[in-house]
């Protein structure tokens, strides 16, 4: 079978050849109603297609098919004479077969019941007839029996398309079964060839059904399966004795080895006389035969309503605002008892707000793996060749970041296939694999969850961006600008560089999208791109969305949190510094130039200044900016509270939380107010 | 909400700048004492502020920026009304700042008149029409209009 076609396309084609034989067959048989190769070919061609057309989504044609070949499969039987009128309508209903496949939705209804009535009536004059002769048939005795299977596939079964899962169904379909797998043929994984069976399987079925039936299940498969079936005598009940029954070993050896300990598998595999995998199979059988019902075994994981969690969340936000003010009342105390109590439940409210957070946290490789079949499907559409390979997936998240984050890297994802990769025979020409390859990787930074998406395409066209900037007013003609901010601007509202707008990608809106998404989770977004060797985009993601560690300080009357994460380090604005107010709006911090911003200036404060305000240095990636405070207040667990939609307008600030006290603070938005800095070395650079 | 129609409601009374106001008594969540207010910078001066009402952080909006009045320190009598009210679809909890609160009261469909055209200091489609209370006029805002518009 070869993976990379599409399989629902194969097993169209596949059909029409069934189709043709099938309907050879049946006019052969009208001919010769009594030559059983015929019969047998005709009831495989019906139970192939059924069995494959189920198997690749055909749903409508596989239930139809079932019908015609329970008809044929009683005439095998000898429960049904072959007729003209019965080839009659299978031929029919082979048309309709076909129609089935090749449009299910336009297939006629009517007709496909009007067949299936005649099916019916086909079967039902015989049933009665045969009814006494199916009782005599029957099931031996009536009683059950307990069977032990044992078959191993050809090699090359998979590539024929035998579905081993599918004869297990059926095994399973007719009492209790206990299958166990036996791997000892698997090769080490880098010899092994994915498209053979390595795999045989134990199954010990307890059932009423005669052997004949066990024996149908393989009847396709006959020719070129190991297949044993034997009865289990139902008193075996010791391991050993099991072995021995399934030849594993034999009654001396056993002896031997329980005579110095009871524990005689554990000793038999040890001993190396089976190995530990057909130990584990009797076991297995052992099980079966004592009939244990075998609960469940000991829970590890249990699923919980996603609105529990939120719940315990928010109460645990509480308890932390609750703590925040017992705190800020015992600070004021003397009595060292309290002060001891307060730094126990500081202790453990911090470990309770750590392990909540920890239950939230989902590995994102369950959000990455949904992207294969966009890949796929798209890298179709648009005629391209394209391999997705991730790592990182392990790397956890909060659930409901991960669920924000689908649509977001939909669109990168997407804006990469249509625009980043080029068409196979482009990048053959540039001298790179036909094959294009978006890398998503995920990995802790601090603080910061970082997720990039790396295509290996022609990367971003600085010439285009400037260009469609400088049409659409973002920047001056002519205007220095870093590549890095260039890149921004691809996330402006209504900026699409796409020539022509494809089906995907094109109409503007997709990083714009992007943009807005990231924003609302208080994340970053970094794009670098290297000219025909492709795009990075870097998300940076806070950790969690409920809460985080915060420096509490004061500006004017106001006071306000930075997030801790982004905090590193603060310094004294000295009064020269301080003096030369204008013009130069840096600091030397060990000999790098940080652009600052004056919060009083920027909130346009009154009240008198303090005499010695603090700056402090906080930074996204790479980026630095410093921000002066008239006074650092310290360290504040800060549970975040959005902001509403009358404030959606107020970019400094990403959201508020309530002190101690019970007052409000605003929480900085750190990406913002850096860009903003930034803008101030963007006119030094400029000027 | 239920003024529509110039059917009868139950209103909340409250003074904002010398006029008396009418709101749905349904949407009013709590009435607040005066409670420390952080001032957010850069925000419009209409929501300039953010209130803690129980553990939310809720934003604290001034009526009389959008109906140009006269503002007036805080006195002894001002509340803020708490009001849950839908913004764009979804429900949004908001304080507004009253300089007094009078009474819950039923506001006859008859009484209701609507908002006359000229002879008007607001701009009229924050207006949902105009209550008559013995010799009193009662305006009656459109709260979701006033904070969808922007």
Redesign the interface.
Known sequence: MNGRSDPAQTFRDESVELLAELETTLLSLEERPDDRDLLDAAFRALHTLKGSGAMFGFEAAAAFTHHLENAFDQVRKGQLALNSSLIGVALASKDHIRALIESPESADKTEGERLLGLVAQQIGTVETASVSKDVKGGPEAGGEVTWRIRFRLAADALERGTKSSLLLDELRSLGTATVVALTEALPPIEEMDPFRCYVAWDVILTTSQPRTVIEDVFIFVLDDTDLTIEPVDPQSERIGEILVARGEIDGEQVNAVAAEQPKIGQLLVKSGNISEERLHSALAEQKHIRAESEQAKTANSIRVPAERLDDLMDQVG?LV?AHARLKQLVSASQDLQIKSVTEEIERLSNSLRDTTMGIRMVPIGSLFSRFRRLVRDLSQELGKDVALTMSGEETELDKTMIERLNDPLIHIIRNSLDHGLEQPQVRQASGKASQGEIHLSARHAGTQVQISIRDDGRGLDRDRIRAKAEQQELIQPGAKISDSELFQLILHPGFSTAAAVTNLSGRGVGMDVVKRAIDSLRGTIDIASTPGAGTVITLGLPLTLAIIDGLLVRVG??RYVIPLSAVEECVELSQEEDQRNTGRNFLNIRGALVPFIRLRE????RDAPAPYPKVVIISTGDRRVGLVVDQVLGDHQTVI?S?????A?????SG???LGD?????IFDIGHLVAFGQSFEAQRDAS | MAANDNQSFEALTLGLGGEIFAIDANCVLEILDMI?Q???????PF?GA???VR?????L?DLRFKFDMERTPPSIDSRIVVVEIP??G?P???GLLADKVYEVTNIGGASIEDTPDIGMRWRPEFIKGIGKRGNDFIVIPDIVRI?SGD
């Open positions: 509480e605002i009357a106001g920027l909130f346009g404060t509270k902001l509403s939609k009358l404030h307008d107020v970019e400094n600030f508020a939380s309530i019970g007052t409000v603070a605003l | 420390p952080t001032e957010v910078p850069g925000a419009r929501v953010l209130i803690n553990g939310k952080v809720v934003p909006t913004l764009n979804e949004a909890v908001i904070f």
